[in-house]
């Protein structure tokens, strides 16, 4: 005797449902997160069509150090904004690209806020950047 057997009916999960969960997750995310703007200065650098040896003589230092910033490695500055000062009686901006130049040799253990704050009064007084960095001993 033959026994039949019953059909057994396969349950079959709803995907639907597990899209619009997804799909849920997703705007969730999108609208909790924060999207960071790049904030900056545009800087105007110096090309390289100019022996720099040769210009040595004409440029502007500015001498970086932790504690300090001097001026072509003689005159020492009270803080930044004598050094803003300085920068807006030198009247960069209405010179030729050539004379605008300034160098700012940066000393290794001087902060990133410090430096940026630095390269930003030589920009915003329209100086052309020229950037190096001091080797450790």
Not at 8 to 28: C, N, S
Not at 73 to 98: I, K, N, T, V
Request: charged share 25%; proline share 4%; net charge negative.
């Amino acid at each position: 005797m033959k026994l039949s057997r019953r059909k057994r009916v396969e349950a079959a999960a709803d995907l639907v449902a597990f899209a619009d969960v997804a799909f849920l997750l997703i705007i969730f995310f999108i609208l909790t997160s924060t999207f960071v703007r790049n904030s900056g200065q545009k800087l105007e650098l110096p090309s390289a069509s100019k022996d720099p040896e040769n210009v040595q003589n004409e440029v502007l230092t500015i001498h970086l150090t932790p504690e300090r910033i001097m001026l072509n490695g003689e005159d020492e500055l009270a803080g930044l904004q004598s050094l803003r000062e300085y920068l807006s009686d030198a009247q960069l901006a209405d010179r030729p690209d050539e004379e605008r130049l300034v160098w700012i040799e940066s000393s290794p253990g001087v902060r990133c806020g410090r430096y940026y704050q630095v390269v930003a009064a030589v920009a915003d007084a329209g100086g052309i950047l020229a950037i190096f960095e001091e080797e450790s001993q």
